[in-house]
């Protein structure tokens, strides 16, 4: 591990959040991970309404202390319209490396009843990973009928990102 910059220790560890609902639109493709789920009803959403790759970005902000994702890439700004959000993870982890953090994991937890992630899981994986530049896991748990996400009603992530001064 590198040593800290003067006034701050030399890991941090940062949370994330996201959820988004499902979309009425019978086109829109279900990405999460990065990964198209073919057939899935799809997330509204001002991007691609990726949940894992938006939670692995907040926890990452967080961790570096740089805020979260909608201070970078507001909702508001057009430019973000349909946004990849695997690119927007690869921005977020060029930014805290300009801070002075190396990633070094980032831990998903997804809430969902459908789709099955399970036969996506070690791509989903493999392509957050490449975007932070370290280990991503990912895992599913369902709702088990409580709450909006258990009444199918969206799709929510949970994420920890781990960071260590340079």
Not at 3 to 10: D, E, K, L, Y
Not at 111 to 140: F, I, N, Y
């Amino acid at each position: 591990m590198s040593t800290p910059r003067p006034g701050r220790s030399g890991v941090r560890v940062g949370m994330g959040f996201d959820v988004h609902a499902f979309s009425d639109d019978p086109t829109r493709a279900l990405t999460l991970g990065g990964v198209v789920f073919e057939g899935a009803q799809g997330l509204h959403g001002h991007s691609d309404a990726d949940v894992v790759a938006h939670a692995c970005a907040d926890a990452l902000l967080g961790a570096a202390g740089l805020g979260d994702i909608g201070q970078h890439f507001p909702d508001t700004d057009p430019r973000w319209a349909g946004a990849d959000s695997l690119l927007l993870l690869t921005e977020v982890s060029t930014k805290v490396r300009a801070e002075g953090w190396d990633p070094v994991n980032v831990d998903c937890a997804l809430v969902l009843d459908t789709p099955k992630v399970a036969p996506h899981r070690d791509e989903m994986q493999h392509r957050l990973s490449v975007a932070v530049g370290a280990p991503v896991a990912v895992k599913a748990n369902r709702a088990e009928g409580l709450g909006s996400i258990g009444r199918g009603e969206g799709i929510a992530c949970y994420a920890v990102a781990l960071v260590e001064a340079q």
